[in-house]
């Protein structure tokens, strides 16, 4: 078992020391009498810190039994401060996932004692941060473990639960010592500075809960999580799960207020449609609209192969964080749904600590100086840039020609027909070869590297011959590569038998974690940045519309945010085809599509700008006209036929 970053128990000098400094501290202030050479020190005992659980008045009576609703708080805190009368901030992780799935890569679940008490906190959160003097307050969602409610997968419910408990910290809402009745608990140990982190689901609520500004909030950590919950169920228009929020309620509700939760079940089932229109049950869970309210720094942690909570997720966030002068920082690495202390696991740690102990004690330690961003080139090779997308880059339009990509504008049209059995590795391992199923457009060969980032789009002025259709387009890296494994299990990393210790451990809750590495594969092409339509959104996603067969429309696909750099000697493709076989559902008819290459273009947030595109190849020998397209107009082979593929092939 390897250790790291273990500081022996404090000794009585060392907590004197501390409390002496904190007597001096004024009442009320953050208390950093733990810090010493810019960071707080592991002074305090974890094995006596205080454990109890609060149950907050959140205002919600979602059950409709004419009770407000109260959810779960379980608190671990240094007992210290709390003798000393000093109060000290909170860094919060609430999650609908404490009983039913598990967090972090072991799946640990919360435990407690004969009495109810918390036992085990799951992650390292606690284990770390609590010697060096910070409460953990691990929130279950409403409707979740010992939680009143029903879970509303991130709505007004799942937000107002992580709220509430703000609130109960800055002496704005009333806290219990039980579930139903009890006494009122006040939190007059927390001196009001919460900084929220969380992966997925809880970085989800962290987002929601900064965009209501509610004071008290000084930070948030979103891992890979979700700023627009319509992002993650559909892509302009196009569904990319089936089924609807209502069973992602089910998955994590606990059974008891499941019972109760019938008439919000069927609101979330009713407010989702598969027709992909913005309703209003998604329009209320989109954060973004609300990033102007946001008065928490945000340090935002994302896969850019993360193909559950897709990168259109973080983009967004970003750049509207971004546009309303928000203090933020990011990290991008090439793994897929992962958390940091996975892939990354001291310089997260020592990161994570140092940023805390800026926005939460106060500490001038100079992160908010340091590069915004750091970018995973390569398995366990990173960069840095002082701002992010990276300075110098700008948004590039790049015209498309038959076969080609870059040069002058294009003319006449090329056509693919919809294969729901195809998927992005299978168009991209056949980038150069003509198939019915899509059509690619490629460079030449570099001569030095391109870098792409931030979010991109590709418009395409394309008819289809029924009366529905989806798109598909992706950004190729074409040559060969080392990446991290991200559509294996581990989606980037392999899970080790040796352990590492981050904090002090109990014998309830241990600060040791099975250490990982990088799942790494070769390949001859890349596929790092995606985008998917319904056609018949074309003119905005208030309401879908059949198409007329024949008609050509305008449309505008977004391209997920990435960073990635073709490196010379290396070619760009863009690959546009209708169902991505595993990532979108496909519609319910197998049109053929026919792109008018005049009206579509290629937009790119590239770093240098168009001269580093080299001439495209000319068009492909052995391919035939399209029947009543312009010159230069491309098809499949006369040797291949178009496939159909049955109704549903997920």
Known sequence: MRHHRIRPVATVATLLLALAAALLAPSGAAWAGTVRDGASQPVYSYADAIRETVWVDTGLDDERDGHHDRVAADIIRPREPAEAGRRIPVIMDASPYYACCGRGNESQLKTYDAAGKPVRFPLYYDNYFVPRGYAVVLVDLAGTNRSDGCSDVGGRSDVTSAKAVIDW?????????????????????????????????????????????????????????????????????????????????????????????????????????????????????????????????????????????????????????????????????????????????????????????????????????????????????????????????????????????????????????????????????????????????????????????????????????????????????????????????????????????????????????????AATEQVSATVFSRGWADLGHYAGLDHGVPLAPGRAYTMTVRLAATDHVVPAGHRLALIVAGTDHGLVDPPDTRPTLTVDLAHSTLCLPLTGGTGQLPPGPAPRAGARPVAGAGAGAVAQPDDRQPKVGPADFR
């Open 169 to 517: 910290l800055n002496g704005r809402a009333a806290g219990y010592g039980a579930r139903s009745g009890g006494s009122r608990v006040l939190a007059d140990w927390a001196n009001g500075a919460v900084g929220m982190i969380g992966k997925s689901w809880d970085g989800t609520v962290a987002n929601g809960v900064a965009a209501t500004g509610v004071e008290g909030l000084k930070t948030i950590v979103p891992i890979s999580a979700i700023s627009s919950w319509y992002d993650y169920y559909r892509s302009q228009g196009a569904p990319l799960y089936p089924g609807t929020p209502a069973d992602l309620a089910g998955v994590v509700e606990d059974p008891t207020d499941a019972a109760h939760c019938g008439a919000e079940h069927q609101a979330l089932a009713a407010g989702s449609p598969d027709d992909g229109d913005w309703s209003p049950l998604w329009q209320q869970r989109d954060y973004v609209a609300a990033a102007g309210r946001v008065r928490a720094s945000v340090f935002v942690v994302h896969g850019m192969q993360d193909l559950n909570v897709r990168t259109v997720n973080f983009g967004q966030w970003w750049d509207a964080l971004a546009a309303h002068g928000v203090e933020r920082k990011i990290w991008l690495s090439q793994t897929g749904h992962v958390d940091p202390f996975d892939y990354r696991r001291a310089a997260w740690v020592d990161t994570l600590h140092r940023w805390f102990d800026h926005y939460l004690l106060g500490v001038d330690n100079g992160i908010q100086q340091e590069p915004t961003a750091d970018v995973e080139r390569a398995p366990d090779r990173w960069s840095t840039d002082a701002s992010w997308p990276a300075p110098g880059t700008s948004a590039t339009e790049v015209h498309l020609g038959p076969g080609v990509l870059g040069g002058g504008p294009g003319t006449g049209t090329v056509a693919f027909t919809d294969d729901p059995a195809e998927d992005e590795n299978a168009w991209a391992a056949e980038v150069d070869r003509v198939t019915p199923e899509k059509t690619a457009f490629t460079t030449g060969v570099l001569d030095h590297d391109l870098r792409i980032s931030g979010s991109g789009s590709v418009t395409l002025t394309v008819a289809a011959d029924t009366t529905s259709a989806h798109l598909s387009a992706v950004l190729v890296d074409l040559g060969p590569a080392t990446i991290r494994d991200y559509q294996g299990d581990g989606e980037g990393i392999t899970t080790l038998t040796t352990r590492s210790c981050w904090g002090e451990s109990t014998a309830g809750d241990s600060a040791c974690f099975l250490d990982t590495a």
